[in-house]
């Protein structure tokens, strides 16, 4: 089942501001029940590598909600940073072909050109909330992202039975972790 969503990358000066709007934006969704989305902080450690600081787990009919643990906002940063570190550390061989699965849809559903914009958008960012969001829930995401210095907002239609297929090829079960809010 091919699904309409829309990825929202808010640039931020900090952590501290990406996550703030981050709140935000899950306060917003609370309030309107029927938007499925889900958003992952991202932000450089002081080496230069990629981590994602928080992320949450889909909600609603999103179509990572398959997986449990990783929406479409963390398999977007992994598609572009595949090295990205999640939580505190690397992901593990188990959890790398649930997510992979993620990433390969995300990167299907964007296409080559809107995924070069994010990453390059990404490459200066010193830290960046990422929200994918269904049609319902995107005015409330828009608003609720008050701390950005610029926001981007990329379509992209995503393929549920896609993500499904990956993990089952790969003999992957559900995603093994925690659901962080």
């Known amino acids: 089942m091919h699904r309409e969503f829309e990825f929202i990358i808010g640039i931020h000066a900090d ?10 934006v899950h306060r917003a969704c609370d309030d309107h ?39 479409l906002s963390t398999g977007l940063a992994v598609a572009l940073f595949p090295a990205i570190w999640i939580g505190s550390g690397p992901a593990t061989p188990a959890s790398s072909t649930t997510i992979g699965a993620i990433a390969t849809s995300v990167s299907q559903g964007l296409g080559r050109d809107a995924l070069k914009e994010v990453g390059e958008l990404l490459d200066g960012a010193a830290a960046a909330l990422i929200v994918a969001t269904a049609q319902t829930g995107l005015e409330a995401v828009r608003s609720a992202i008050s701390h950005a210095d610029s926001v981007l907002s990329k379509p992209a239609v995503i393929d549920r039975e896609n993500i499904g297929a990956i993990l089952t090829a790969g003999g992957a079960g559900p995603a093994p972790g925690s659901k962080e809010r």
Not at 42 to 50: I, M, P, S, W
Not at 52 to 71: K, L
């Open 15 to 24: 952590l501290s501001a990406a996550g703030g709007d981050y709140e935000a």
């Open 33 to 71: 029940r029927e938007a499925a989305f889900d958003a992952a902080v991202f932000a450089r450690k002081g080496d230069g590598t990629e981590r994602i600081y928080r992320h949450s787990a889909p909600s609603g009919q999103t179509p990572a909600a398959v997986t449990g643990v990783w929406g």
